[in-house]
Nanobody
Framework: QVQLVESGGGLVQAGGSLRLSCAASGSVFSRNDMGWYRQAPEKQRELVARITSGGNTKYADAVKGRFTISRDNAKNMVYLQMNSLKSEDTAVYYC??????????WGQGTQVTVSS
């Protein structure tokens, strides 16, 4: 079992920045691939960014150049730095872990609202 707790969401004006944090426990964190997903009202959950256990990253086209995912294996943390936020970034953001056994775990989500 992996437990994930997100924090850092909130209300921000367009053009502003937020940093989301995800605290993980319950497994060997460094072996997990970690990711951030988001779900806007009446839309499907979508990948925002992923970072592998080896540190390779992948981003959705909509956030490339604006968002940065990072991890701190010593602290069992993964982060999402979000800059130049747009109204279309408004969503609930979820932290995700994929273990070496290909099991998927989700946090409870944190709301990000960008006002235009």
């Amino acid at each position: 079992q992996v437990q994930l707790v997100e924090s850092g969401g909130g209300l921000v004006q367009a053009g502003g920045s937020l940093r989301l944090s995800c605290a993980a426990s319950g497994s060997v964190f460094s072996r997990n691939d970690m990711g951030w997903y988001r779900q806007a009202p009446e839309k499907q959950r979508e990948l925002v960014a992923r970072i592998t256990s080896g540190g390779n990253t992948k981003y959705a086209d909509a956030v490339k150049g604006r968002f940065t995912i990072s991890r701190d294996n010593a602290k069992n943390m993964v982060y999402l730095q979000m800059n130049s936020l747009k109204s279309e970034d408004t969503a609930v953001y979820y932290c995700n872990a994929k273990t070496v056994y290909l099991s998927m775990y989700w946090g409870q989500g944190t709301q990000v609202t960008v006002s235009s």
